[in-house]
């Protein structure tokens, strides 16, 4: 909730820092494709827990991806987490955007 907060207060310009440092930061987000006419774009970002004696548990990673989506003037903020319960060759951050892109049909399907 706290990611999509902040992205949604990025896209509407209500972050508490200047305009020039809220643009800067969108236009370095990546474009993720097109999907249905909608256009995403977001970052991805990937993680492992700590285990008890502290280090990571690396067949347990976390991936997210999040972001905005535009189409026809309308905007979607999105958060897409990915929590493994093995090791993958690909991050889970990419996996987490590969997801949301291939299931953002269904995810829009009432919004059309």
């Known amino acids: 909730m706290e990611q ?3 992205v949604a207060a990025l896209v509407e310009g209500k972050l508490p820092v ?6 800067g930061a969108m236009s370095i987000v990546q474009q993720g494709g ?5 256009v995403p774009r977001g970052k991805t970002g990937s993680a492992y827990p700590r285990q008890t004696d502290g280090n990571f548990d690396r067949a347990r990673g976390w ?20 929590q ?9 951050g990419l996996r987490a955007r590969d997801a949301l ?7 829009v399907a009432g919004l059309q």
């Open 18 to 23: 200047s305009q020039a440092a809220m643009s």
């Open 4 to 6: 999509a907060g902040f």
């Open 34 to 38: 097109e999907s249905d006419g909608w």
């Open 84 to 92: 493994d319960e093995q090791r993958h060759e690909v991050s889970g």
């Open 63 to 82: 991936g997210w991806y999040v972001g905005w989506a535009e189409k026809d003037g309308r905007r979607l903020v999105f958060v897409r987490l990915a």
């Open 101 to 107: 892109i291939e299931d953002w049909a269904g995810l």
